[in-house]
């Protein structure tokens, strides 16, 4: 499975965090748990836990679910 990339965020002054990949946004977050995914974020693999946390990582399935009769054209 290939690593996530593309992921940005953004800290606002608001303490909202603005998440986006390939420039378009993908989650928001404020408060609790935008101070928890930015303590994630510094210990770990950003692109990951981006992708992680916004639910934009892949699962492993694509090439089955592509090779699926219901989906050839």
């Known amino acids: 499975m290939p690593k996530p990339h ?3 965020y953004e ?4 303490g909202t965090v603005v ?6 946004a993908a989650g928001t ?5 935008a101070e928890r995914f ?3 974020v510094e ?8 992708a992680r946390w ?6 492993g399935n694509e090439r089955t679910a592509k090779n699926h009769p219901r989906n050839r054209r």
Do not use: C, N, P, S
């Open 43 to 50: 210990a770990g693999d950003a692109q990951l836990v981006m």
């Open 19 to 24: 998440i986006t990949h390939r420039d378009r």
């Open 54 to 59: 916004t639910g934009a990582y892949k699962f």
């Open 11 to 14: 800290r606002r002054g608001d």
């Open 38 to 40: 930015l303590a994630e």
């Open 29 to 33: 977050l404020r408060g609790a748990r």
């Open 6 to 8: 593309g992921f940005t």
